[in-house]
């Protein structure tokens, strides 16, 4: 199978689903979806024709034609002449439109592949950017387990032997889903957004010691995995010490941030000790965490609240 970031490839896995056909012979050479000429990193991979932005990706339905119709030969033509002067990786007709002469004869000239569809100009483009937007985004492997808790991504990290396995196995049989056990894959979808995935390999699977590689699916059913979910939030199990949890900010816990792919994720520090209920601690700390996200803090509420206590007291005791 070819790379998911060439035309070949891209043909491959989604040609079926948009019905595409080549009307151009099927190029030899990969065809890269992304320019190599410098300057265009940030050019647009798919959109409606674009002859002052081009995109890599070309898509021509019949809002295009008629705009290219109402310009008038000269322009019409000159038009055409700047698709293929820009060197798409492709461009793809709509609607089982057939392209004009001159199309197919600057098209054989260039060497650009012309692809034809029976589904919409908009329907194209979004499926593809969907696609593309998830095949080529930049990615990333962290050892952990990652689950949905509460309809929350929470990714479980910790030093090897820590308990992430067995606290996931918890919260597995607390009615939570695993996604993906030991190497999650991160991919920034989004500028503020992480999706997080399993390899194909590790689906369903999670090694707890003691027990070996347990198949969760087969143990719990369809409801106990998920494919994917975006990352809201790490907790880092942590053995510590006496002094280092008497250090902890007993108002604002050990909240902190993880940068990954530069996405700010917040990160809950949790202390494992012999006795915690971490399934609990958890839940609880994803609970906190989705009243944050809607703007409220416990913390800063009980400190309001004992200032207006203090204030109401008019002598500064509570």
């Known amino acids: 199978m070819n790379p998911v970031d060439t035309l070949q490839g891209l043909v491959e896995r989604v040609g079926a689903a948009l019905k595409l ?12 979806l992304r320019s190599a000429v410098p300057g265009t990193a ?55 439109i057939d392209p004009e002469p001159l199309v197919l004869d600057l098209a ?42 509460l309809g929350m991504g929470v990714l479980l990290v910790g030093d090897p032997a820590i ?34 995935t399993c390899p194909p390999l590790l689906r369903d699977f999670l090694e707890v010691r003691g027990l070996g590689v347990l198949n969760i699916r087969a143990m719990f059913g369809e409801s106990a995995v998920a494919q994917s979910r975006h990352l809201n939030l790490v907790i880092n199990l942590r053995a510590m010490t006496a002094a280092e949890l008497a250090n902890i900010d007993r108002l604002a816990g050990s909240l902190s941030a993880r940068n ?20 609990i601690l958890v839940e609880a700390a994803v609970r906190h965490q989705i009243l944050r996200i809607r703007g409220y803090d416990a913390g800063v509420d009980f400190v309001e609240r004992q200032a207006r206590a203090m204030a109401d007291s008019g002598d500064g005791s509570i």
């Open 260 to 279: 990954i792919l530069g996405v700010t994720v917040p990160e809950v520090t949790m202390p494992v000790a012999p006795g915690r209920n971490l399934a």
């Open 42 to 96: 940030r050019q647009s991979l798919v959109g409606s024709l674009n002859c002052i932005h081009p995109n890599r990706l070309q898509i021509i339905g019949h809002p295009e034609l008629v705009y290219l119709a109402d310009l008038g030969p000269t322009a019409h033509d000159e038009n055409i002449q700047k698709l293929f002067a820009a060197r798409p990786a492709a461009v793809i007709f709509s609607d089982d």
């Open 108 to 149: 054989a000239r260039t060497g650009t592949p012309i692809l034809s569809s029976p589904l919409g100009d908009e329907d194209i483009i979004g499926r593809l950017r969907y696609f593309l937007t998830h095949a080529l985004a930049e990615s990333t492997t962290v050892h952990g387990v990652f689950m949905e808790v």
């Open 21 to 32: 056909r080549w009307l151009s012979p099927a190029p030899v050479a990969l065809r890269p």
């Open 163 to 196: 308990g992430k396995s067995e606290l996931a196995l918890d919260l597995i049989s607390r009615g939570h889903r695993l996604v993906a056990d030991d190497a999650p894959q991160f991919a920034r979808v989004a500028p503020e957004s992480l999706d997080g």
